[in-house]
């Protein structure tokens, strides 16, 4: 495959992910930081690990490949960043050399990757996936799909998906990319066959779905030595309801009483604002999903299932859902069945979609190459 004339500091982005990403970490390149719809900032990777039962762990970092990196300034922010965020850890990669400054992060208990560490990297020809979209490649697929349909809506709700992990990784942005998933599916299933369209939004289905996996993953801690019964319970409300399920119903029982107290026939009306509530967020069958988010979460298997469909959505050529890893199927399996989506009519979609590519590309190199030893 042809490389990409990127800008330099965009391909040490790139080379970095692929760096985590063989060391086996679930990475996120390119969050833009928003309150309240307006970009504060960004963070240029987002590193998350998963290393035991209760042990979640993640890690902004930031890259600057710069001959005037401020390598100094990047310390102090992205320590500012970690801290507003919430996360776990931060990191600079930078190209500056300076050993005082290593020194600093260290004590800060910052990841500090420097220049030597950057040239070791950029050298070796193991660390970048040959069958592999880079993120500009797989933006610009997105870009002229947007084009083609007039719009940017596909741009937009990709931003917002990966902007939510960024301050609400957890439930709030499982519930924002399983939204988001429903949307890419069901758009997929309407599209022409054999049409780049179909392609393009299956790919961003698996993209929207690996960001609920990692997301659940990170939520399900929080109820990991609770009974099995209990935590489904808990998940179930959770997708159901919100990050928050017992705070949804006191909204609701505080606007109820504000409709009994100051609106004319307000307890027939709120008494029917309830009931349809309660009626249509019963509807959902989270049940079924939160069944799966706990039993693959037991282990480390829903954190790879994360992996691997992130993967899938940034293979060169299109994976079809009936190809997809076992665990990998079962939980789109069981995100379709919430949606309403027909698992038949999605595989159908990515099948054309696979078929176009595979007639019109060669076949791609599977070679994988270890990564030695962890910078986390």
Known sequence: MAQPSW???????????????????????????????????????????????????????????????QAAERLFFVSGLAQILGVEGAGVATTDKNPILRELARKSKILWIDGDDLQRLKKSDKVLYPNRLSEEEMFDKIDQLDKLRGGRKYRVLTEDIKSSIGDRFGVSSANRAIEAFQVFVDEAIKSHPKSVSAEVLSRLAYFSCSLAAASLDFASADSALRPTEERCKLMSNAIRYGENAQDTFQKLEWTELALREYIENGASIAREIKDKFTTDAGSFPSEDLAEIVIKLSNTNKLFEVARSLETAAFRVYPVCFDDLATDAKSFVGAMLDF?????????????????VSEKETTTASEEECPVQGKLL
Do not use: N, Q
Request: glycine share 4%.
């Open 339 to 355: 949606c309403s989506l027909d698992r038949r009519h999605f595989s159908d979609a990515m099948s054309k979609a696979k078929e």
């Open 7 to 69: 800008g330099k500091g965009f391909k040490t982005e790139e080379l970095l992910r692929a760096y985590f990403l063989r060391a086996g970490f679930f990475v996120v390149r390119g969050i833009k930081l928003k309150i309240k719809d307006t970009e504060l900032t960004d963070s240029d990777l987002l590193v998350y690990e998963r290393s035991a039962t209760l042990a979640r762990r993640r890690t902004v970092i930031d890259v600057k490949d710069k001959k005037s990196p």
